[in-house]
C-alpha cells in the first residue's frame, strides 16, 4: 500500500490499485468524501459537493469494470473542478453573486473528455470572482486558506483546487490560469500545475475572463499525474474558434528521469527587485539540481521587455475582461436586480449588486482602457508591446529548450495582507503573466520550503514543448522529495 | 495620471455599472494608482510594432454550416430571471 488512506492516493497509484481491482471507486469516492467532511471546515476549498452524484457515479464505474472493461488512467477516480467550468446539471458560480444560481445546460469540452474517460466527478472549487485575483479572497461567498498555515492565502485564482489537492479532498483537480491562476496557487500549496500552450485543451464551457490569455490546466500531486490529466483533456476542439489542431501525444512517454545534454537558461529578471531571499536560495538550489542531473545551465539570460510585462497585463486582460462581461445583463441568466424603473437601471443594478469589488474595477480599468482617446494609447500600445515580449520568447527558445524562474515572488502571505492594495496584488502574478501573454506553456513543481512555507519552481517552453517541461518537472521531481510532503491541517 | 470623480462617473456609465458614491471614490484613487504604473510603458519603442490580439497564427477559422442537434427553449430558459411565453422577458425599451 502507497499511502495509509486512499484518499492521499496520486492518480496512478488509485489506477493501478483500480486495475487490479484491489480497490473501488465507490471506496476512493468515499474515502475522498471523509477527507472533504475532516478537512474542509478549515481549508474551505469548495463552493458545492455533489456526493450523491458522486457516489452513484462511482457505483456506475464500479459495475463497468466488473464487467471486465479495460479502464483508462482516469476512470473511477475523483476528481474537482474549479468553479468557472461549466458542468451540466451542477451549479457553476465562478465564486459570484451574479452567477450564483446558474445550472449550466451544457458541460464544458474537458469535462466531457472527462466523463468519457468515467472520472467522479465530487464538486466545485471556491475561486476569486470570475478568476480575478491572487489570493481567492476575492471570492464573493468565503475565502479558501492555505492547508500549509490556515492564516495564509492559497493563491489564485483557482485556490481552491490548488488548496483541495494539497488538503487530499481531491485526487486532482482542474484549474484556469489567466495570468498565473493555475501556477501561483500551485505554487504556494505545493502542488503540481500546467498552464498549457495557448489553443491547445478547448476553452469551450470555461466561462471567459481574457479570451485571449485563458487556458485550462491540471493541478496535480505529482509530474506523473500532470501528464496522465494532460492526456485526457488536450486537443483540438471545432467548438472552441482559437483550438489548435495539434497532435496531441502520450505526455507519459517523456517522463525520463533524464535531463542530460538539456539546454536552460535563467532569466535574470525572474530574480531581482520583488523576489524574497528564501524564494532566490530556494530556486538557486533548485537549478544546481538541475545542473547536476545533466542540464546544460546558462545563468545569463536576459529578457528585458519582462518589466513591461505587467502593465501590459493589467491592460489587456481587464479590456477583454470588460468585454467579455458585458454579457451579465440580468435578461439571460445569473442575478437580476427587480427594483429597478427601466432597462438600463435594471442593467445598472444588476451589476452593481452582482459584481465583487475586483471584479467591478477589472471592468472600469478595461472600459476606460477601450474608450474613444486612450485606445491606442494603452490598449493598442499593449498589444504591441506583447508582439515585443513574444518575439524576446521565440528567440530565447531558439537557443534554450527551457527556461527556469520563481512561480511566485513570495511565499504564501497572509489573509488580509494585499486586499486593499490592487497594486501590490498584481504583483503576485509578476512571474507568472509573461507566459499567459506570449501563450507559451509553463509548469509549476514544489522547489522547497522556506518556515514550512512553499516555494515553485516554473518551467517554461516554447509552444507545444509540454513533453520537454514535463521530463524537466520529472526528473527534477524524482531527484527530490518535496512533492511527498503534507501539509498538518490544523 | 489622476482620475476625476466626473471620469469615473463616465466610464462606469459606459460599462452599464452601477457604483455608489464610496465605491467612486475609491476607484478614482484605486484606478489614478494603477494608472500611474502603466506609464512605463511609454518608455518601449513600439515603432512599426505591429499589435499582437493573439499569439498563435490562426485567422478565418471557417467551417462547413450544417445542422445539428442543439438546445431546447426549455433548457436554454431554465436560468432567465424573467420569462414569458416561452421568451426572456425584458422590460419596455419604449416609453
Redesign the interface.
Known amino acids: 500500500m502507497p499511502a495509509n488512506e486512499l484518499y492521499q492516493l496520486t492518480v496512478h497509484e488509485a489506477h493501478e490499485l483500480l486495475k487490479q481491482r484491489k480497490i473501488s471507486s465507490a471506496e476512493l469516492t468515499k474515502s475522498v468524501l471523509k477527507r472533504i467532511a475532516e478537512v474542509e471546515g478549515k481549508v474551505r476549498a469548495c463552493v458545492t459537493i455533489v456526493e450523491d452524484i458522486a457516489l452513484k457515479e462511482a457505483e456506475k464505474v464500479d459495475n463497468y469494470i466488473k464487467a471486465a472493461h479495460e479502464i483508462t488512467p482516469l476512470t473511477g477516480i475523483p476528481t474537482l473542478i474549479k468553479d468557472v467550468i461549466c458542468t451540466k446539471g451542477i451549479r457553476t458560480t465562478c465564486s459570484s453573486r451574479i452567477l450564483e444560481?446558474?445550472?449550466p445546460?451544457?458541460d464544458a469540452t474537458v469535462i466531457e473528455k472527462l466523463k468519457t474517460h468515467r472520472a467522479v466527478v465530487v464538486g466545485k472549487t471556491n475561486m476569486d470572482e470570475f478568476a480575478m485575483g491572487s489570493s481567492t479572497e476575492h471570492s464573493a461567498f468565503f475565502p479558501t486558506r492555505n492547508p500549509w498555515d490556515l492564516s495564509r492565502v492559497p493563491g489564485g485564482s483557482s485556490g481552491g483546487s490548488a488548496a483541495a489537492v494539497a488538503a487530499d479532498e481531491a485526487i486532482y483537480a482542474l484549474g484556469s490560469d489567466t495570468g498565473g491562476s493555475v501556477r501561483q496557487p500551485a505554487a504556494l500549496c505545493s502542488v503540481v500545475g500546467l498552464k498549457p500552450t495557448?489553443?491547445l485543451v478547448s476553452r469551450f464551457g470555461l466561462i471567459a475572463f481574457a479570451s485571449?490569455l485563458d487556458q485550462i490546466g491540471p493541478l496535480t500531486k505529482d509530474v506523473t499525474d500532470c501528464a496522465l490529466v494532460m492526456n485526457v483533456i488536450a486537443g483540438y476542439d471545432?467548438r472552441d474558434?482559437?483550438s489548435?489542431s495539434h497532435p496531441v501525444p502520450d505526455y507519459t512517454q517523456q517522463l525520463i528521469p533524464d535531463i542530460k545534454g538539456l539546454k536552460i537558461g535563467i532569466p535574470r529578471e525572474y530574480f531581482g527587485e520583488g523576489v524574497q531571499n528564501e524564494v532566490r536560495a530556494a530556486l538557486q538550489a533548485a537549478i544546481n539540481k538541475l545542473q547536476e542531473l545533466g542540464a546544460e545551465i546558462d545563468w545569463e539570460v536576459s529578457l528585458p521587455?519582462t518589466?513591461?510585462a505587467?502593465?501590459?497585463y493589467?491592460?489587456l486582460a481587464p479590456s477583454e475582461a470588460?468585454a467579455n462581461l458585458?454579457r451579465y445583463?440580468?435578461?439571460?441568466?445569473?442575478?437580476?436586480e427587480r427594483d429597478?424603473s427601466?432597462?438600463?437601471e435594471?442593467?445598472?443594478?444588476t451589476?452593481?449588486?452582482g459584481?465583487g469589488?475586483e471584479v467591478?474595477?477589472r471592468?472600469?480599468?478595461g472600459?476606460?482602457a477601450l474608450?474613444a482617446g486612450y485606445y491606442d494609447a494603452?490598449y493598442?500600445?499593449?498589444?504591441?508591446?506583447?508582439?515585443?515580449i513574444?518575439r524576446e520568447f521565440d528567440q530565447a527558445f531558439e537557443k534554450y529548450d527551457a527556461l527556469v524562474t520563481p512561480t511566485s515572488p513570495i511565499v504564501p502571505f497572509k489573509l488580509g495582507e494585499k486586499l486593499e492594495d490592487?497594486?501590490q496584488m498584481?504583483l503576485s502574478d509578476v512571474c507568472t503573466l509573461p507566459i499567459n501573454?506570449?501563450?507559451?506553456p509553463a509548469i509549476s513543481i514544489p522547489a522547497g520550503f522556506t518556515d514550512n512555507l512553499p516555494i515553485g519552481m516554473q518551467i517554461m517552453g516554447k509552444?507545444f514543448s509540454e513533453e520537454i517541461l514535463l521530463r524537466i518537472a520529472f526528473a527534477y521531481e524524482q531527484a527530490t522529495a518535496w512533492h511527498k510532503r503534507k501539509p498538518k491541517i490544523r | 495620471m489622476k482620475?476625476s470623480y466626473e471620469q469615473?462617473r463616465h466610464?462606469?456609465w459606459?460599462?452599464?455599472?452601477?457604483?455608489?458614491e464610496e465605491?467612486v471614490e475609491k476607484?478614482s484613487l484605486?484606478?489614478s494608482?494603477?494608472?500611474e504604473?502603466?506609464e512605463?510603458?511609454k518608455?518601449?519603442d513600439?515603432t512599426n510594432?505591429?499589435?499582437?490580439?493573439?499569439?498563435?497564427p490562426?485567422k478565418n477559422?471557417f467551417?462547413k454550416d450544417k445542422v445539428a442537434e442543439s438546445?431546447s427553449q426549455t433548457?436554454?430558459l431554465?436560468?432567465?430571471?424573467?420569462q414569458a411565453e416561452k421568451c426572456?422577458k425584458?422590460?419596455?425599451?419604449l416609453e
Open positions: 444560481n446558474f445550472v445546460p451544457y495557448y489553443g485571449s471545432p474558434s482559437t489548435v521587455h518589466k513591461y505587467l502593465a501590459a493589467y491592460i470588460s458585458a445583463d440580468g435578461v439571460k441568466y445569473g442575478f437580476s429597478a427601466n432597462v438600463i435594471t442593467t445598472e443594478k451589476r452593481q449588486f459584481f469589488p467591478k474595477r471592468i472600469m480599468l472600459t476606460y474608450s494603452y493598442v500600445k499593449a498589444q504591441k508591446v506583447r508582439t515585443l513574444k490592487p497594486m498584481y501573454i506570449a501563450g507559451i509552444p | 482620475l469615473v466610464i462606469a459606459l460599462a452599464r455599472l452601477g457604483l455608489s465605491e476607484f484605486q484606478l494608482n494603477i494608472l504604473n502603466f512605463i510603458l518608455e518601449v513600439t510594432v505591429p499589435p499582437a490580439t493573439h499569439t498563435i490562426l477559422v467551417r438546445y433548457e436554454i431554465s436560468n432567465a430571471p424573467r426572456f425584458v422590460q419596455a425599451i
